[in-house]
């Protein structure tokens, strides 16, 4: 959070002062009236400044970008960050020449920022809570489309065979796509077993 106490021979002008410093407008921040000053005696004579202190207001757009910024420093990763605020949820999207390290093992990697982003995003439990949602290069959505075509393929062969598929382990936000893919099936099941982070998803026929 920056804080800067500034000094003018009015109120109005130390205000203005601390917002040319912090290249911000009145209403990204909060003020405080240290001093409002004295003109002295014929205006020389004990005359004091006035005296503000200006702290920057919470930004949710800004703290999340300068965290991934640190973040994604920390881990060697240059990366452009293009961040959308709509309707309680916050929509990122990362771009850059390394986003295989960002993404992760299946996603795994990315995941993991989206959490601590969602924390950093929610640690003020006076607002309203706010869903993250990070990506890289469009890897999610790609990633969704695969997982789509593997819940297609499995069921023809289940369809074929009559037996049922146990499918790789996948994370929660996997395998409600799958099972999603797989609700307008009416003579094909699915149902996931297993304890985290194992658990898998079993496609059958209905009985």
Known sequence: ????????KTVEEALKNALLQLKLTED?????????????LFNLIGAKPARVKVVKKPDI?????QFLENVLKAMGIEAEIAINDV??????????????LAIGYRGETLDSLQYLV???VNKNHSNPYKRVVLDAENYRKKREETLIRVAQKTAAKVRKSGRPYRLEPMNPYERRIIH?????????????????PFRKIVISLKK
């Open 61 to 65: 757009v800004d703290d999340t970008k």
């Open 87 to 100: 309707n309680d949820v916050i929509n990122i999207n990362l771009s850059g020449p390394k986003m295989g």
């Open 118 to 120: 969602s924390l950093v």
């Open 180 to 196: 999603s893919a797989l609700q307008e099936y009416t003579d094909i099941n699915s149902y996931s077993e297993g304890e985290e």
């Open 28 to 40: 990204k921040v909060d003020v405080e009236i240290l001093d409002e000053g004295s003109k002295g």
């Open 1 to 8: 959070m920056k804080v800067i106490e500034m000094t003018g």
